[in-house]
């Protein structure tokens, strides 16, 4: 089965900087999707960036320019560089992945199939 590993949260000051990483085994589907999402207490869980298969990437509206998604495929690992944090960039951030066929990678969590385990970020100001 497919597993996911993330690894990379922390806790920054406002301005910092903090690299995500997610591990993925045992994926052999083709023309999938990889993303990231985030949940705050009490607030639903929200898209912050995808990447599909091509290496083309989409950002929520809230962290463009400073967040970059990026992948290795060589060592099955998902990114997330996240600069300029700011506290509302506190959450619980998970990867997911996408199994089904898609070219334009969706930002809804109910579209992914796959999950990690989350890892909690805290930005503090």
């Known amino acids: 089965q497919v597993q996911l590993v993330e690894s990379g949260g922390g806790s920054v000051q406002a301005g910092g900087s903090l690299k995500l990483s997610c591990v993925v085994s045992?994926?052999?589907?083709?023309?999938?999707?990889m993303g990231w999402f985030r949940q705050a207490p009490g607030q639903e869980r929200e898209g912050v960036a995808f990447?599909?298969?091509?290496?083309?990437?989409k950002f929520a509206d809230s962290v463009k320019g400073r967040f970059t998604i990026s992948k290795d495929k060589d060592k099955n690992t998902l990114y997330l560089q996240m600069n300029s944090l700011k506290s509302e960039d506190t959450a619980e951030y998970y990867c997911?992945?996408?199994?089904?066929?898609?070219?334009?990678?969706?930002?809804?969590?109910?579209?992914?199939?796959?999950w990690g385990q989350g890892t909690q970020v805290t930005v503090s100001s």
């Open positions: 997911a992945a996408r199994v089904r066929v898609v070219y334009e990678c969706p930002s809804t969590s109910s579209e992914y199939d796959y």
């Open positions: 990447i599909n298969e091509d290496g083309e990437t």
């Open positions: 045992r994926f052999t589907y083709s023309g999938y999707c």
